[in-house]
C-alpha cells in the first residue's frame, strides 16, 4: 500500500536518516516549496560525475569532454521526455538556475521579438513575483523602443486563489499574444488548471507556464497541456540547487535559442537533473501525487476544526469534480491572534521547518503573512498528525 511505498521512499533521503539529537524535537522538513531534499541517487550521480568525468561541456576533444557533453544533450532529451513531449525533435530545452532566471529568459530573449505595437500580455498579479516582474520589465524595455504593449492583469475568483477563467475570456481578444500562467500555485496550493487558461484565450495565444511547483510533484505532460512554455526549478525537482529548465514547445512566434553553448553550463547539476527525473519516474510521480495531496488533505481537513486558523485559498482538500479547483501538497494559514513570524518562530521550536512571511507574492495577492507547509513525498502523515497537535494546543 501507500504508506509502506512511502516508508521505502522516505529511507532513501540521507537527510532524514542521521541520528536524531536526543536533546531537541524532531525535525520536520515542510518547506518543499522553496526547495526540495535530495535522494540519494542524486548525490550518488552527482558524485559519480564528478569523481570520473568533470570536464566543460561543448567544446572538447577528449574523453571526459565529449561525455560531459553526451550528458547535456542527454538530459536535454531526458526532460522532454519526462514532459511527456510527443515532439522532441521540434521542442527545445534550456538550462536555467531555477524559475526565476528560466522566466526571465524568455522575457528578455523572446519576447520583445515576439510582441508588436498594440499587443497585450496576460500577467498574473498575484502569483510570485518571479512570474510578474519579467513581463513588467519587457513591457517598460519595449516601451522605451516606442513599441507600447498592454498589460492585463489576470482576473482571480476571490477567495479562492484561482483565476477567473470566465473573466480571462472576456477580456482575452485578438491583440493578447501571450499569457503568463502558473500551474500550481505557491501560496494557495490549487491547481490552476492550464487547460481552461488555453480554452479561455484560444488557439493562437503563447502560454507560458511557471511550473515550479507542478513539475517533480505530480505528472506534467506537454503532450496534454497546450502551452508554449514550460518552466521550472530542478531544485525543487529533488535535483541539486542552482538548476532548472526552459522547455519550449517551439511552435507559436520565433525560436528560443538562448545561448546554445557559449559559457560553462552547471554539469554537476545537469547530471543530478537527469538522476532526479530518473528517481522521479522510478518511484511514480502519479503515487508522489496521491501521497502528498492526501497529506495535504489531511492537514486542511485538522485545520478546519481547529476555530483559531484561518486556511488561504483553494478552499477544497480534495475535489473528485474536475470543475472544481483541486489542492496540491501546500497548505497555507494563518492564526487569528498569533503573528505568523512568531508562530513559524514556535512551530521551529518543535521541529517544524516551515516558512512565514508573505512567500514572494505579487502585491495584488493576499497581503498578510501567513504560514506554508508544504510536502513532498519524505513526509509522513506522522508529521502531519503532529504538527496538528502542536497548532491544538495553540488555539
Ligand atoms: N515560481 C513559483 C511558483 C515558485 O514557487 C518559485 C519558488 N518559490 C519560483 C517561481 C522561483 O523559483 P526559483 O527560486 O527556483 O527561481
Known sequence: ??????????????????QPD?????????????????????????RTYLTTTNANAGRGTYTWANRTTDLVEHTRDRVKEFLGDAYPERSTV???????????????????????????????????????????????????QGVHVRVRPMPYQAGSGDYDHIALAELAGPRTRFVAATHVHHVYGGDMNPHRIRRAVGPDAVICLDAAQSVGHLPVSVADLDVDFVVFSGHKALALPGTGAVWSRQARGPAFAPGGWSGTPNTAGIASLAAALDWLDATGLDRIERWTVALAARLTEGLRHLDAYEIL??????AADSTVQRRQGIVTFRHRAIDSGD???????????????????????EKTDSVRVSLHAYNTREEIDRLLSVLHGLQ
Not at 500500500?1 to 536518516?17: G, H, K, T
Not at 536526543?22 to 552527482?46: C, G, H, R
Not at 516582474?133 to 522605451?144: G, I, V
Request: hydrophobic residues 40%.
Open 22 to 46: 536526543p536533546a531537541s524535537p524532531e525535525p520536520a522538513y515542510l518547506d518543499s516549496a522553496a526547495t526540495a531534499q535530495k535522494p540519494l541517487a542524486v548525490l550518488d550521480a552527482v
Open 313 to 318: 485559498g483553494c478552499p477544497l482538500s480534495l
Open 343 to 365: 508562530l513559524g518562530f514556535i512551530l521551529f521550536s518543535h521541529g517544524f521547518m516551515v516558512r512565514s512571511d508573505s512567500h514572494c507574492q505579487g502585491s495584488a495577492g
Open 1 to 18: 500500500d501507500l504508506r509502506s511505498w512511502q516508508r521505502e521512499v522516505r529511507a532513501q533521503f540521507p537527510i532524514f536518516s542521521g
Open 94 to 144: 534550456h538550462f536555467t538556475g531555477g524559475t526565476t532566471e528560466g522566466l526571465r529568459t524568455i522575457a528578455r530573449d523572446w519576447l520583445p521579438a515576439f510582441l508588436s505595437d498594440g499587443d497585450e500580455i496576460v500577467v498574473p498579479v498575484a502569483d510570485h513575483q518571479a512570474n510578474i516582474l519579467p513581463w513588467l520589465e519587457t513591457q517598460q524595455a519595449l516601451a522605451r
